[in-house]
């Protein structure tokens, strides 16, 4: 009977991609036969099922719907299969939906406590980081510079064993971001060149840095802002 349930999971796997529908309807099967089964493994899988069924009501465009099953199904069977991982991907999760979403308040706590629990749970390196970037991204858009700041620092740190790994690619388009925002735009240059550089050896053909012309259009029209102020200041104030 277990492997019967778990089969509906991996069924829905299958069908992710190709017939959607089918595959919300496997990950239900799944998650109702393995409520039988009182043991960890059975919590895991329930709790990738609806992790996954919770994925298919965000491609719908239904963030609500995703974020209710993370909170009350996904994380609630995370805890009970003992996978802080998964706990700390789902708060990190929620809190890019809010980040997308421009509610640059709320994903400060979610996103702050995935960080905690990747590094109670001495999660891949790869994962912390992620979250590091994605907080400090969060930070520069609600304009709170030196918490990102600190923040990207955090991730230096982790990537400093690994000074030519890919993430050090994403480590410099949030730098370049950083910089950008603040005004030091000499820095940004160098942080995105650094990007690029880094991504031409890696031979990646995606660079996930932001190029040097959007940089400079983003200087230019700063200069342009300014000298309008400073006009309209000398003649009307």
Known sequence: PFLQAISHYYEGLALFNTNRPSSETA???????????????????????WGKYGVLQQMKDDEKAFIDILLNKAIPLARLAGD???IGKSYLA??????????????????????HIYRQANVAVTEQVNAYHTI????????????????LDSSRALLAPTPESPGMLDYYA???????????????????????????????????????????????????ITALAAEINSQYG
């Open 94 to 115: 929620m809190g890019i939906v809010f980040k997308n979403e421009g509610q640059f308040d709320k994903p400060e706590t979610y996103i702050a406590n995935a960080i």
């Open 174 to 224: 949030a730098e370049g971001m950083y910089f950008t925002v603040t005004e030091q735009f000499d820095k940004s240059l160098t942080s995105i060149e650094k990007g690029v550089r880094l991504a031409q050896k890696l031979q990646l053909i995606q660079l996930i840095v932001p190029s040097r012309e959007s940089i400079l259009a983003y200087q230019k029209y700063k200069e342009k």
């Open 27 to 49: 990950f239900l099967r799944a998650d109702t036969l393995l409520s039988s089964f009182n043991f960890k493994v059975a919590f895991l899988f329930r709790t990738k099922a």
């Open 84 to 86: 802080s991982a998964y």
């Open 136 to 151: 400090a991204e969060n930070y520069i858009l609600s304009q709170k510079y030196p918490l990102a700041k600190t923040m």
